[in-house]
């Protein structure tokens, strides 16, 4: 029986090696891959019509950006690497996103890059390989 493996990726340095991670493992286990990618939306609830009316068409410009020049080059990338994979392209805040496409795929597992941020910024806003280590609820895989 086939199972399922969420990566999470952005383009970053560190997601090609958890991609490259996720692709192996995915091989070696016959699993289906999910490549995730997210986009930080944060809801604001104090805008006028026409201001909630300019975000949305933004937000429909940065999925369609993020759909062909991240996600488009990615799919011809793994094309050829023996991996049935899928993508998913999100809004919302990293970790929990990532987390519920896993529910909602039945992943068996997540795969993240580890940034290395450290410092102030990771102790306010949280790193999102942590993030999703403490609330997922299936093994989490962070590739450094």
């Known amino acids: 029986m086939s199972h399922t493996i969420v990566v999470g990726y952005d383009g970053s340095d560190s997601s090609l090696r958890a991609l490259d991670f996720a692709v192996d493992r995915a091989k070696s286990e016959k699993a289906e891959l999910v490549v995730a990618h997210v986009l930080e939306w944060s809801p604001y609830s104090f805008l006028t019509p026409t201001e909630l009316e300019e975000r949305h068409k933004r937000r429909t410009e940065e999925l369609e950006r993020a759909r062909k020049f991240v996600l488009e080059p990615l799919m011809k990338r793994l094309s050829d690497s023996g991996v049935k994979v899928a993508t998913e392209l999100r809004y919302g805040r990293s970790a929990d996103t990532l987390c519920g496409i896993a529910v909602e795929k ?8 580890r940034t290395g941020e450290g410092g102030l910024a990771a102790r306010l806003f949280g790193a999102v390989a942590g993030s999703v280590a403490q609330i997922a609820t299936v093994p989490v895989t962070i590739v450094p």
């Open 106 to 113: 039945k992943a068996s597992q997540i795969i993240v890059g």
